[in-house]
């Protein structure tokens, strides 16, 4: 890997480290605060809203610059995103605005790795990528967990600066001051990224003119017989991944009775299992190898429904560690794929967006839905369920169509995989 490499995996671990203490820091905020329960359940759905918004335009604003560059302003737009819950504004509104500094930021990151790597590198390149940002999804929630604990919180609080009063009272203010200078750091190492020497694409004058641009790239992604499979399986592997934290919380929640802190620990105990099944993916599986995973989204769907029968935390830590390391295995060939089919078509940047669009749509829908049925009185083991459900059952519709697909367009299936095969070989 080259050197510059390892710069921007720096750079992602602490951004993303701060993104998940963050997400606990939130939930700890509205529940001091005595916000009904679906406010917390919304927090990722609102952290994916800029996502879906602003996918016509992140995906050109990363072409048009350098993408070190794109990622150092998404981290500032995310310590905004900190001031503002940090003095006052409603948490979901300024989770939201977290979530517009990671929209930026999610294209320039992905799509820096096919300017500097060569295709062969691709998989590799995403466990690497996906290891570490599970690696930092395991300690930012651990990190929040702990700075809204009892112990570490109160040595913050105990702090104090002469003659200057910060406002700062609580523990959940407490950690983000802390997420801050996090967010900052990850910004020093953005500066530190090189430029790639690849040739930039300007924004139009006229920014509408992107959306029938994105329209038409977002068709184009669609219509590809290996895009559009690679692309249906990542969008809900995503979409699951992304609302399980929550549900996680809500779990051990009733069935451990577990507080923030210590619930916290068992969201780190999935990400093990996904950077296990990532770095184990990014070993064993090549660039073409993609849709064979298919059939473990299946089993994500059957293991979140299995998760209502666990009330032991023995038995719970290997079943999420197991849960994790289906998502982490699946996900890295899928993604390395949909890049690679994106890239020829496309380009990076826009490739990435059309690809952060429909995983953040689904995000916003599943979290939506989930959200709507805590605020009208499901149980909490009823709408695990039924989100097991919906999992397993879109996967498997998708599973049919990938086989479908290679019955009724054989050659051209096998012409695409043949130039994934190729370019791994050749690079």
């Not at 679906?38 to 879906?52: D, E, R, S």
């Not at 979530?99 to 992905?110: M, V």
């Not at 112990?151 to 959940?172: A, E, R």
């Not at 451990?256 to 099944?277: F, H, N, R």
Request: aromatic share 10%; net charge positive.
């Amino acid at each position: 890997m080259k050197r510059g490499f390892f710069t921007i995996m720096s750079a992602q671990f602490f951004s993303s480290l701060a993104d998940n203490a963050l997400f606990v820091a939130a939930i700890q905020l509205l529940r001091t605060s005595g916000a009904p329960s679906w406010q917390q359940a919304a927090l990722v759905p609102m952290f994916a809203l800029f996502y879906v918004i602003l996918a016509p335009f992140v995906g050109a604003f990363a072409d048009a610059m350098p993408k070190g560059k794109v990622m150092l302003i998404s981290n500032f737009i995310k310590v905004t995103g900190c001031l503002m819950m940090l003095f006052g504004t409603h948490p979901l509104m300024s989770y939201a605005i977290v979530g517009l500094g990671a929209a930026a930021y999610s294209p320039a990151k992905y799509g820096i790795l096919t300017e500097l790597l060569p295709a062969s590198q691709l998989v590799k390149a995403n466990g690497w990528i996906e290891g570490l940002t599970i690696g930092s999804i395991i300690l930012g929630v651990l990190l929040g967990g702990q700075l809204v604990g009892r112990v570490v919180s109160g040595m913050l609080l105990s702090f104090d600066l002469p003659l200057i009063d910060l406002g700062i009272d609580t523990p959940p203010e407490a950690a983000i001051a802390v997420l801050i200078l996090v967010y900052l750091l990850a910004a020093w190492f953005n500066t530190h990224i090189p430029d790639t020497g690849v040739e930039m694409r300007p924004m139009p004058k006229r920014l509408m003119t992107l959306l029938p641009e994105f329209w038409t790239c977002n068709t184009r992604l669609w219509r590809d017989k290996l895009g559009q499979i690679s692309l249906a399986a990542t969008t809900l592997i995503w979409g699951a991944a992304g609302n399980l934290k929550t549900i996680v919380l809500t779990w051990a929640a009733v069935a451990l009775g577990y507080s923030v802190t210590q619930a916290s620990a068992l969201q780190g105990v999935v990400a093990i299992g996904m950077a296990v099944g990532a770095i184990v993916a990014s070993v064993r599986m090549r660039l073409e190898d993609g849709p064979r995973v298919m059939p473990l989204g299946i089993a994500m769907g059957g293991a979140v429904i299995a998760l209502i029968f666990i009330d032991n935390v023995w038995v719970a830590a290997p079943f999420l560690i197991l849960l994790g390391a289906l998502g982490g295995f699946m996900v890295v060939p899928m993604n390395a794929l949909l890049q690679h089919r994106g890239h020829n078509l496309m380009g990076a940047g826009r490739s990435i967006a059309v690809q952060n669009f429909n995983e953040n749509f689904s995000i916003l829908v599943l979290g939506t839905a989930y959200s709507l049925s805590a605020g009208l009185g499901l149980s909490a083991f009823g709408a695990i369920t039924g989100f097991g459900l919906v999992v397993a059952g879109v996967m498997f519709v998708i599973y049919r169509w990938h086989k479908s697909n290679c019955v009724k367009y054989k050659a051209e299936v096998e012409h695409l995989l043949d130039i994934a095969r190729n370019d791994n070989l050749h690079g």
